[in-house]
């Protein structure tokens, strides 16, 4: 049994969407975000990092339970434990990584600053706007280009790269794209979405989460919590 700890977030949706496709059995411990449940002190002895998601598996790979945090770390860690969407060769292995490291480097740090700046940043700051919204354009671009020669981002097969990164083009409008300028990206996209795991891996949690406008939620997110010695 996987414990998983998460919200819904895209961070989250990657892990849910994982432990669908993989036919996992799992549990899920909701840690809201907006109420500030990262900072526990239960919660931060799996993630020290004080970020969804992380998981706890009971039957690591010494037999023994074994925690991850990072949603990069925890999607390798469940492609090799199951044998899936990591490539069947070196080749691919490591073709698939490359993207997966594109996406936790850029196409997640990058969208997660123009949702922010666009939406939630408590005045308008249009040089912060501009320079995100161009840089999520340039890295839509990269996807798109890519995915003019490949169905999925490593190649003709469906990995954790593409797991990674769909949960992020979800919030699209957002981040100020405007799918004509990227079709093969949305046909990446649309033939992802209609994926049966992938539909319930969104699912999952998603009654819990509100909207991030009270000034506690803000706080909890963006404030003085984060910096504080935990």
């Known amino acids: 049994m996987i414990d998983l700890y998460s919200w819904p977030t895209p961070n989250g949706h990657k892990i849910h969407i994982m432990l669908e496709e993989c036919g996992l059995d799992y549990r899920v411990t909701p840690i809201d975000i907006g109420a500030g449940d990262q900072f526990k002190v239960d919660f931060l002895r799996i993630s020290p990092n ?92 990269v996807i798109d280009r890519q995915l003019e020669q490949t169905a999925y981002l490593a190649g003709e097969n469906y990995s954790i790269a593409d797991i990674a990164a769909f949960p992020w083009a979800r919030s699209w409008q957002n981040q100020g794209i405007d799918w004509v300028d990227f079709p093969h990206a949305k046909r990446w996209f649309d033939t992802i979405n209609e994926r049966p795991a992938v539909q ?14 009270t000034s506690e939620a803000k706080e909890a997110l963006f404030g003085a919590m984060q910096y504080q010695k935990k």
């Open 50 to 141: 004080n970020k969804i998601p992380a998981i706890v598996d009971s039957n690591g790979p010494d037999g023994m339970p074994l925690a991850l945090f990072e949603s990069g770390a925890i999607l390798v860690y469940l492609a090799g434990k199951t044998g899936q969407f990591l490539g069947n060769t070196e080749r691919e292995k490591y073709t698939t990584l490359q993207w997966l490291m594109f996406q936790m480097g850029g196409f997640g740090p990058m969208l997660g600053q123009a949702h922010h700046f666009r939406l939630y940043a408590p005045e308008p700051i249009p040089y912060a706007i501009d320079r995100y919204s161009n840089e999520a354009k340039r890295l839509y671009g």
């Open 200 to 213: 319930r891996g969104v699912n999952v949690l998603t009654d819990l989460r509100k909207p991030l406008v």
